[in-house]
């Protein structure tokens, strides 16, 4: 018999994190954005302070920390939607494919980095009407039939859905809408999918289904998660960024951050011991 | 659906049950190169030992970072402890079966004692008792666990049989007393290897039904 | 008192209280049908067919009807529709936007005062504005008058359901690329759309009843009306030439026209009520 040859790895496992070379091997990646040297302030509060971290190209990257600590704003960053807000104000470079993204267009960058938010969103329109949405607006060119059929397949909702897409969105259950936002987003084809604790809204069983989407999802584009729940995070993430009080206190692969954290505080909190 | 957890955990099987086979095929090696005087294949078991202690190590990363990351519940928590527990038997048992080939090289140097009758019997027993502990841990068969278990006390026999056999020729003639007593180890290390097994059977049991049988005698209430 | 007096007395001012609240709820209520029956009786045995479609006739002369005075008012309200829902409805949108600067306050601050201007006064200005430089009573001015006053009701209702469109359904529309202005129009004027027409309903039924600012706007034809730079008969003002005649047939023609005249004040309000209460699409939680 021959000796044994190593299977393929399922994404989230690595051979061995503490292995010399394998936290080497996962820094080496391509990173789709980064974020350099971030500070954010709404008027004269500080919440963000000094962020250095990148969103790995392809894989998923997850932002956890205990409430209010500014994962949400960070997310909010990275596709400018924090200019909504008028006092906000951010020094720092961010960059997205080594281009910077204040520089550019806002609707053509957000064309690229797209959102889905905590409460799912649809529109007062039929299924077909939201997917075909972004597409129409953008100008896309082609069918938008099949557009709006492969974003909804993408998504994990084209079975459920495909005999009654000129059905409000509104009939549709909790976890469907928000398959229905994530496949709304993915209509554009963007780059970087950004994803605001997108199941703190559902039930466990439409949470369990968008938690597999999501680990399919990075076959298709670069993801980042925002989420409260780090049973959570660990399930889906490549990458996990804890942050605390607008700072990040560790980045690093998923399986090295809840197995052997590198910070004490990380430890504090991934065991239960905050607070 | 299938979820993304399950194939992490199918896959942690199958990289035990590999190891499994590698145990197997090193005991059935160790064994033959003393049943056969086979020098070659008594050094194939020993090139062959890291690889064994290699998948240990892999598989305790595996079922810490299955752990940590999913939240296993009921018979896939189970599962997860259990192959860290068979994982550290089958790791003895390549153990075992890396002395019986040592022990072997060592009695090659050495005129064969006496033919070989209930050494092959025994072999057989404890081959099949490890083969048919993975077997068990494959199919979460119970009966076939239990068989395992039964059949311990048949080899503890064998190994008793072998060694007052040894002990006669050893006061006959004392020209034989080192490779006897390689023969009476190499029973010993059998007798070991049946007992690992054993314990694998025992994490079937505790993998399907739950319940720790281990140290019967302990009063759980 | 004992205790079981207290509660006696409780129990009787109570059950006073809920009847007399209920007495006058009913009381509102019997105030319309009441007027609806007085019409009704007076001028129901006066709608026939001559009615709809005879001019009416010379002063003294038994007959006629008041086609033209409805096909005016119908002819105004449309020109008023044209000229105050396109700036109420735009400026609405404005307000909804922008609702933080300090001209969209001044705009709604205006907007509610124009609203308490007594519609007299309206007229009055487009007595000035229209009649006056065009030397004449026309059909533009009236619609002039009532366009005006349709203008505040427009606006703000507008405003207000533009606002009370969720603000997720922006931040979804704007995190696929639309800017702020596509935003507005493929996002959220569809999302209010059935409150804004309910709106523009009801401002049309609160004009089509004046009379007013159509006294010396419009003013009134006895025939048909041609163009826009004619005076034009409508319903409110034809009624009151009536009421005030000496002529028993033109009090019989009053009490129709006025029962015409609420009929279809009534429709319109029933029908902006179906429509809203249709919904304005709220996401199921």
Known sequence: MEASTKPSLSLNIATNPGA??????????????????????????????????????????????????????????????????????????????????????????????????????????????????????????????????????????????KDQLHKSAYDLSGGQQQRLCIARALAVEPEVLLLDEPCSALDPISTAKIEELLVDLKNLTTVAIVTHNMQQAARVSDFTAFILTGQVIEFNPTPHLFTTPGDPRTEAYITGRFG | ????????????????LWMGSLAERAVHQSVHAVLDSDEQLAKRVLDEEDAINELQLELDDRVVQLLALHQLMAADLRFVLAVSRINNDLERIGDQAVNIAQGALRILRHPRVKPYVDLPRMTEVVEEQVRNSLNAVVRRDVELAQKVMASDDQV???????????????????????????????????????????????DVIYIVQGQDIRHPSVDRR | MSSNGRVRWRKFVSNFMMTMTGVCALISVSVLFFILGYLVYNGGTSINWAFFTQLPKPTGEIGGGMANAIVGSAKLLLAASLIGVPIGFLGGVYLAEFSGSFVASIVRYAADLLNGVPSIVIGIFAYSMVVLPFKGFSALAGAFALGVMMIPITLRSTEEFLKNVPNNLREGAMALGASKSKTIRTVIIPAAYRGILTAILLALARVAGETAPLLFTALGNPYWNRGWTQPIASLPVMIYYYALSPYEDYHRQAWAGGLVLLALILIINIVARTILARGIAVPRS
């Open chain 1, 20 to 161: 010399p070379g394998a936290r080497e091997a996962f820094a080496s990646l391509p990173m789709r954005m980064t974020v350099s040297k971030l500070n954010f302030f709404y008027g004269a509060k500080q919440i963000l302070f000094d962020i250095n971290m990148g969103v790995a190209d392809k894989k998923v990257t997850a932002l956890i920390c205990p409430s209010g600590c500014g994962k949400s704003t960070l997310l909010r960053i990275l596709n400018r939607m924090h200019e909504t807000v008028s006092t906000s104000r951010l020094e720092g470079q961010i960059l997205l494919d080594g281009q910077d993204i204040i520089a550019q267009d806002v609707t053509s960058l957000r064309r690229r980095v797209g959102m889905v938010f905590q409460r799912p969103n649809p529109f007062p329109k039929s299924i077909f009407d939201n997917i075909a949405y972004g597409p129409r607006i953008n100008g896309a060119k082609g069918s938008i039939a099949d557009i709006v059929e492969k974003s909804l397949r993408h998504a994990a909702l084209w079975d459920e859905v």
């Open chain 2, 1 to 16: 659906m299938e979820r993304h957890f399950e194939k992490d955990l199918n896959e942690l099987k199958e990289r035990l």
């Open chain 2, 156 to 202: 503890d026999q064998y190994r008793d049989q072998i060694f007052r056999e040894l002990l006669t020729y050893m006061m006959g003639d004392s020209s034989v007393v080192f490779p006897a007593f390689e023969l009476i180890l190499v029973a010993k290390n059998l007798e070991r290897i049946g007992d690992h097994a054993t314990n694998i059977a025992e």
